[in-house]
């Protein structure tokens, strides 16, 4: 039997980033032996014109691909230019009346929404309700979709992570290592974690901290230096898949300050290792981060994160409790390929549900 053709859009799978990892995920699971996966590039990081032949060349090879009627077009959107490029592509796909599974991972569409003007707030909704299913990473961003789109149309799909067949022995370093993961900037916290880390006493709490990241990495390293944080706190830039598993596998405690998010992957990466968590109330954090996983503070309170880092720097029995804790969450809850069986799952409904519906319109015509 010919496997059926799903159309996947979003970010170049060489790009950096969230979107890019989830998709990676998806081309690496069991999925892509039950449909024909064809990953179609809207977007790549880079200059203005790099940019803009991403998206050209993304539009035209879609445009193709859908006269041979794919049974499916999975969109993956962010927010602000991403919203337009994919709204584009949405009003593309339903005049070839192929189903649509859009799916959001846009960690300040909120506030991208709210600041948007009456007309295109307009435009926004009616982009949103085209789609047969939307999907979103918490149950926090389903209550703010369905304010703005059908409920019926909404389905929390959480990030997953592979997990390791095997939980190995807790080991610690004597000195812990606190790891930043994610884009250098403010969104990200990692100037709070700068700021944190620079006002905690070095003789009473050592600690070595590694940040990882693209994005404003000289500013971050001119600030390590300014700070005079250079003896404990270290900026690689950015780092491959390869360099950040072993960075995990190294680390005790992964540090994420977020202004805004939807469901990172960096935590989900560092609790399937077992690292204790520090982050913020934001988006689908807490969804993932209870007492029992690590410690949460609001964005911006820097007084709260230093504390947190001193609590979790100097309790070695309390990040051995959070090390198992986390990966037994992370197996049970947060395992991609139970997670992706549900993406599975809604494929082939979405299909099946669309072959119904041509299959009642012939026989009406009958």
């Known amino acids: 039997m010919k496997k059926k053709t799903i159309l996947v859009v979003g970010s170049s799978l060489k790009d950096k980033g969230g979107i890019t990892t989830v998709m990676n995920n998806i081309k690496k699971s069991s999925i892509s032996n039950e449909f024909n996966l ?20 993304g539009i035209m090879k879609l445009f193709l691909k859908l006269f041979s009627k794919p049974s499916l077009v999975h969109i993956h959107m962010s927010y602000k230019g991403s919203f337009y490029r994919k709204s584009l592509i949405i009003l593309l796909v339903r005049q070839f009346r192929i189903p649509i599974v859009l799916h959001v991972h846009g960690s300040t569409f909120k506030d991208f929404y709210f600041g948007l003007s009456k007309m295109k707030k307009r435009y926004c909704k009616y982009i949103l309700n085209i789609p047969d299913k939307v999907l979103v990473l918490s149950k926090e961003w389903k209550r703010f979709f369905s304010t703005i789109v059908r409920e019926d149309k909404i389905m929390t799909l ?3 992570v592979f997990v390791s067949n095997e939980i190995e022995k807790y080991k610690h370093n004597d000195i812990p290592t606190l790891l930043f993961l994610g884009r250098l900037g403010k969104r990200k916290g990692v100037y709070d974690l700068l700021e944190a880390l620079e006002d905690i006493d070095k003789t009473d709490y050592k600690f070595n901290c590694i940040i990882a990241g693209d994005g404003e990495v000289e500013e971050v390293k001119q600030l390590i230096e300014n700070k005079d944080l250079k003896d404990c706190v270290r900026c690689t830039g950015w780092i491959d898949v390869h360099k950040i598993n072993e960075l ?13 998010e939807g469901l990172p992957m960096a935590i989900l990466e560092a609790m399937e290792k077992g690292l204790s968590i520090i982050s913020t109330n934001v988006g689908g954090i807490p969804e993932l981060v209870t007492k029992d996983n690590g410690l949460l503070v609001n964005p911006g309170d820097i007084s709260s994160l230093k504390i947190a880092i001193k609590d979790l720097v100097s309790k070695s029995e309390r990040r051995e409790e959070l090390y198992y804790n986390n990966i037994s969450k992370i197996r049970e809850e947060y395992n991609l390929e139970d997670i992706l069986m549900k993406l599975r799952n809604l494929y082939n409904s979405t299909i099946n549900k669309e072959i119904g519906e041509i299959k009642n319109h012939e026989n009406m015509l009958n």
């Open 248 to 260: 995990l596998l190294e680390s005790d405690i992964l540090i994420l300050p977020s202004y805004n």
């Open 38 to 57: 064809d990953f179609i590039a809207t977007y790549i990081t880079g200059n203005i014109i790099k940019r803009a032949l991403c998206y050209f060349f």
């Open 158 to 160: 959480y990030n997953g």
